[in-house]
């Protein structure tokens, strides 16, 4: 008898545990970043959710720019389009240690972690993921190359938000990728040798961009007024993708200070 009451009670604690989860009907208020929302209940209280298992790139505001990550502006804006002043619902996981509400959140019948992570909008948080299903719309993002995958060494927010620098994590990239090529060499040094000289010059290009490679290694940089010098106009121009720095398009990006 004993032994029955055990079993029984472990089934019980299975099933509590197996629908704990909490559904919650509202509606978004506002979209803070591309993982954090608020939410207004049907009690007419607002409680601040944080999307559970993903990570958005980060971003505070527009003005300022060096705070923010790369795509963290575009992660918000996917964000605010499926989901702001609409309504939804709530899968709550439980409290962060900021003690915001830990959910997966449903607007207009779209699962909205899934969504950010499909467009390359950010990242499966491999520290608290529990649900590994989720890396499929991550890779599938990774093959397409959108969004944050667009980018050739995308930092992931959690480095970011640890103070790792754009340039010091390129550079680490650069030399793990050259490191491996070096070793493939050992069977086929004629198919790789062009790639490795290729990689080097790159590699050199990085340590040697300037002394002050930290201060604007930022792809955030938009206009020829926010750049230092001609340096890193050039960097921006090149290794970013602002075409706009070159409005006369031959090829010298910001020439009142390239000249």
Same mark, same amino acid.
């Given at each position: 008898?004993?032994? #029955?009451?055990?079993?029984?009670?472990?089934? @019980?604690?299975?099933?509590?545990?197996?629908?704990?989860?909490?559904?919650? +009907? $509202?509606?978004?208020?506002?979209?803070?970043?591309?993982? %954090?929302?608020?939410?207004?209940?049907?009690?007419?209280?607002?409680?601040?959710?944080?999307?559970?298992?993903?990570?958005?790139?980060?971003?505070?505001? /527009?003005?300022?720019?060096?705070?923010?990550?790369?795509?963290?502006?575009?992660? !918000?804006?996917?964000? %605010?389009?499926?989901?702001? $002043?609409?309504? $939804?619902?709530?899968?709550?996981?439980? %409290?962060?240690?900021?003690?915001?509400?830990?959910?997966?959140?449903?607007?207009?019948?779209?699962?909205?972690?899934?969504?950010?992570?499909?467009?390359?909008?950010? *990242?499966?948080?491999?520290?608290?993921?529990?649900?590994?299903? @989720?890396?499929?719309?991550?890779?599938?993002?990774?093959?397409?190359?959108?969004?944050? *995958?667009?980018?050739?060494?995308?930092? /992931?927010? *959690?480095?970011?938000?640890?103070?790792?620098?754009?340039?010091?994590?390129?550079?680490?990239?650069?030399?793990? !990728?050259?490191?491996?090529?070096?070793?493939?060499?050992?069977?086929?040094?004629?198919?790789?040798?062009?790639?490795?000289?290729?990689?080097?010059?790159?590699?050199?290009?990085?340590?040697?961009?300037?002394?002050?490679?930290?201060?604007?290694?930022?792809?955030?940089?938009?206009?020829?007024?926010?750049?230092?010098?001609?340096?890193?106009?050039?960097?921006?121009? !090149?290794?970013?993708?602002?075409? +706009?720095?070159?409005?006369? !398009?031959?090829? #010298?990006?910001?020439?009142?200070?390239?000249?």
């Amino acid at each position: 008898m004993a032994k #029955v009451n055990c079993v029984i009670i472990f089934l @019980l604690i299975s099933l509590n545990n197996l629908f704990s989860d909490e559904l919650l +009907s $509202g509606k978004i208020i506002s979209v803070i970043d591309g993982d %954090t929302i608020k939410f207004l209940n049907l009690n007419n209280e607002t409680i601040k959710v944080r999307l559970s298992q993903i990570d958005a790139p980060e971003f505070k505001s /527009a003005d300022e720019s060096e705070k923010n990550q790369n795509f963290g502006e575009e992660s !918000k804006e996917s964000l %605010t389009s499926l989901c702001e $002043g609409k309504n $939804g619902s709530l899968d709550i996981r439980g %409290t962060d240690r900021y003690q915001r509400t830990l959910a997966i959140l449903i607007c207009e019948n779209v699962n909205a972690n899934i969504h950010q992570l499909k467009n390359g909008m950010a *990242w499966v948080f491999d520290k608290y993921v529990t649900d590994y299903n @989720l890396y499929e719309f991550q890779n599938t993002a990774k093959l397409k190359k959108v969004g944050i *995958w667009s980018e050739e060494f995308p930092l /992931a927010p *959690w480095d970011f938000r640890a103070g790792k620098k754009e340039y010091d994590h390129r550079l680490e990239e650069l030399e793990k !990728k050259l490191e491996d090529l070096i070793s493939l060499t050992e069977q086929n040094i004629i198919f790789y040798q062009n790639e490795i000289l290729e990689l080097n010059k790159k590699l050199e290009g990085y340590k040697n961009t300037s002394d002050n490679k930290n201060d604007f290694i930022n792809c955030a940089k938009k206009t020829c007024k926010q750049m230092l010098n001609c340096e890193e106009a050039y960097f921006q121009y !090149k290794e970013c993708g602002n075409s +706009s720095l070159d409005r006369d !398009k031959d090829g #010298v990006p910001c020439e009142s200070i390239c000249n």
